[in-house]
């Protein structure tokens, strides 16, 4: 059974800093693309940073750009997105999602964590 648990969300100050994790379990990490989205109240969800970890490849949403990065430690079978500089838009519920790259249509969500940031 695959399971995705976030941690690290939290309330923080415009300009301060966070870092996300996301550990995975029941999954083979290499063979997954691996992401972090997230909503915020009232808007859509939407692409933050993804990273293939076999690859060494990563990409950004515009928004973040410069930002936040995103690891992946493929011992520990957990993602990361260290986010600084953070602005009160980055506010939302943030997720974490492997999409296989072996198994097509097969994916998985965690159920998320909040990060909050006051101005």
């Known amino acids: 059974q695959v399971q995705l648990v976030e941690s690290g969300g939290g309330l923080v100050q415009a300009g301060g800093s966070l870092r996300l994790s996301c550990a995975a379990s029941?999954?083979?990490?290499?063979?997954?693309?691996m992401g972090w989205f997230r909503q915020a109240p009232g808007k859509e969800r939407e692409f933050v940073a993804g990273?293939?970890?076999?690859?060494?490849?990563?990409s950004y949403a515009d928004s973040v750009k410069g930002r936040f990065t995103i690891s992946a430690d493929n011992a520990k079978n957990t993602v990361y997105l260290q986010m600084n500089s953070l602005k009160p838009e980055d506010t939302a519920v943030y997720y974490c999602?492997?999409?296989?790259?072996?198994?097509?249509?097969?994916?998985?969500w965690g159920r998320g964590t909040q990060v909050t940031v006051s101005s």
């Open positions: 029941g999954l083979t990490f290499s063979n997954y693309v």
């Open positions: 990273i293939m970890w076999s690859a060494g490849s990563s």
């Open positions: 999602r492997v999409v296989s790259t072996t198994s097509a249509g097969t994916d998985y």
